[in-house]
């Protein structure tokens, strides 16, 4: 199903069972923006949500709303999205905070990794963000 900005998704390719909490398949044309993996720190480099995935996850999401704004792309033009967890058991507070910044109906390509260690003990998870923008 093609939407208004012209990115593609395809939830369940032939032969692929359907994907619930991503799509599998995301594609579009136009500019590409990356958007490096984001912490759960603040405009003041302050750390947000000690020990919160929930808290943690919300700010996660608002710094890549900030980094795609600046970028002149939004949530709706995100492909792809990895998670970077120290734990899976973050996810759920990941894909709530996820569902308040994106349409739960037309949700991006995603793939979670968990990881041992992030660039300090007290980060709970990094996300980075794909996105593709429409040409004018």
């Known amino acids: 199903m093609q939407a208004k900005n012209g990115l593609t998704h395809i939830p369940a390719p032939d032969g692929v069972f359907p994907a619930t909490a991503y799509t599998h398949v995301v594609t579009g044309s136009g500019r590409l923006v990356a958007v490096s993996g984001q912490l759960p720190i603040d405009e003041n480099g302050e750390l947000v949500g000690e020990g919160d ?7 996660v999401f608002e710094n890549l709303r900030r980094c795609l704004a600046a970028a002149g792309a ?9 998670y970077f967890v ?27 990794v968990q990881v041992s260690a992030l660039v300090g003990p007290q980060f709970l998870m990094e996300i980075e963000a794909l996105a593709i923008v429409a040409q004018e």
Do not use: N, Y
Request: aromatic letters at 4%; proline letters at 12%; glycine letters at 2%.
């Open 86 to 112: 120290t734990d899976m058991a973050h996810l759920p507070a990941v894909r709530a905070a996820r569902d308040e910044f994106l349409d739960p109906q037309r949700l991006p390509a995603a793939s979670a």
């Open 74 to 82: 939004g949530f709706p033009d995100v492909v792809k999205l990895t």
């Open 53 to 59: 995935p929930a808290a943690q996850a919300r700010q």
